[in-house]
């Protein structure tokens, strides 16, 4: 997916971030900068929360479904959406007609187009038949049902 940029000779994934720049790998020799990008999205947490996100319906979810699905604090899972969103891979998106309603959330996590192009870079995306099957195939409390029901279109909001 990614291509040659015109003027620099580096992998570009999105308009805005090159692998590259996003992963500090300037000037590194090829296999290096895929041990480093690999390194980085096998780190345990930041992989389940991807891999949520991937199997996901809508690939937007939100903090509730995160703490389901990840057997880990959420302040770790928080830290890693950070991260990653530092990275440019995800973003908080906000879905401002749910933000006076009870019980459904107005704050999803979602890919940017990086993330996705890096993801299909990465062949991450190979796996998303198997994660929505894994996804669809769960139980799932109430709460969590709603929430992934819930409307999550939404305009991007910060890397938070």
Do not use: C
Request: net charge negative; proline share 6%.
């Amino acid at each position: 997916m990614s291509q040659p940029h015109a003027r620099s000779g580096q992998s570009v994934v999105s308009e805005e971030n090159t692998i590259e720049g996003v992963f500090e790998v300037e000037g590194k020799d090829p296999y290096e900068t895929q041990r480093t990008v690999q390194r980085y999205l096998s780190q345990e947490t930041r992989h389940n929360i991807l891999q949520v996100i991937i199997g996901h319906p809508a690939h937007l979810v939100s903090v509730t479904e995160f703490a389901y699905y990840i057997p880990k604090s959420w302040s770790t899972i928080s830290e890693q959406l950070g991260d990653l969103a530092s990275h440019g891979i995800v973003k908080k998106y906000i879905y401002e007609a749910n933000s006076d309603a009870r019980d459904v959330p107005s704050a999803f996590w979602g890919l940017t187009a990086f993330g996705l192009a890096l993801l299909e870079e990465y062949n991450y995306l190979r796996g998303l038949p198997i994660m929505r099957a894994a996804h669809d195939a769960t139980h799932k409390p109430e709460t969590v049902q709603r929430h992934e029901k819930a409307p999550a279109t939404g305009s991007p909001r910060g890397n938070q």
